[in-house]
């Protein structure tokens, strides 16, 4: 598994991390912890929405029914999203994280995300709510998802713990990130920088580009990987995949760890044969051409 730094931390992590949105629909939540690790995923990612809580206290449950350690792993949880808002206030991040370590039965999260922008959002208040949580030892990173390069410089007016982390919809069907720098000076439509330049903001700043989705096409329209819809891009994973003994799935993951930028990717797969072939495709460096060969059958077009 390939090891990446996690923005200026000193946490060495996997490159891929096991996305729990969906570990309610396990079959068997243990299986799935216990195949992740043993094929180098040491990283879960978490957030307190998801299945409303329940999530986290499967994960929690089923954690403790393996003989995986609490230090041997990377627990991250997100907070900030609730009915019909956002919150960013130092009550609802305290109160969120204390709900997150209940459920996942711990002492400490690793990393905390603030998730989705809140644009009623107090620097100083967030300033003081990760002091506290830092203080008393229950967070020990923190980071953003779905946030601007100007959103997180508002951010650290105040906070002065490093922000290691933000996490952002990216994949070959959601290369917006990418398109635009490809196509500076030009008057096309993927020429438009709709979020601030956040890819070379965030290798400048040293913060990790965490991938959440990469395999949907769309905002959650579906999967890409052996759809119909989308059949010169499958041929071409498919002819790749062969050449390097994976899968197409592997081959997507490796598409976005061969950035430079040292993204990790979130895999929210619950099957494990899945995690098997995520995991293994972490090892493969695919070739200038091999890589723009994908993008370019993905639809994208090259000035």
Sequence with gaps: MKQIQLG?????????ILGCMRINS???????????????????????????GECETIFGKALKETSIKREQI??????????????????????????????LGVDYVDTLLLHRPDTLVEPEEVATAFDQLETQGKVKYFGVSNQKPMQ????????EQPLVANQLQFGIKHTGMIDQGIHVNMTDEVSNDRDGSILE???LNQMTIQAWSPYQYGFFEGVFIGNKQF?????????????????????????????????????????????????????????REDWYEIYRAAGNILP
Aim: hydrophobic share 40%.
């Design 201 to 203: 903001y965030s290798r």
């Design 8 to 16: 200026t931390s000193e946490l060495q992590v996997a490159s891929v």
């Design 74 to 103: 990377i627990i991250q949880t997100k907070c900030g999203i609730r009915k019909g808002m956002f919150d960013f206030s130092k009550e609802h991040i305290i109160a969120s994280v204390e709900e997150s370590l209940k459920r």
């Design 231 to 287: 059949s010169d891009l499958n041929a071409v994973l498919d002819r790749i995949a062969e050449k390097h003994n994976s899968t197409a799935t592997g081959l997507a993951t490796a598409w976005i760890l061969r950035h430079p930028a040292n993204m990790q990717v979130i895999a929210g797969t619950m099957n494990q044969e899945r995690i098997k072939e995520i995991s293994a495709a972490s090892d493969i460096v695919l070739s």
């Design 152 to 159: 997180i410089e508002l951010l650290k007016k105040s906070v």
């Design 26 to 52: 396990a079959e068997n939540p243990t299986k799935v912890i216990e195949t992740a690790y043993e094929n180098g995923i040491d990283f879960f990612d978490h957030a307190d929405i998801y299945g409303g």
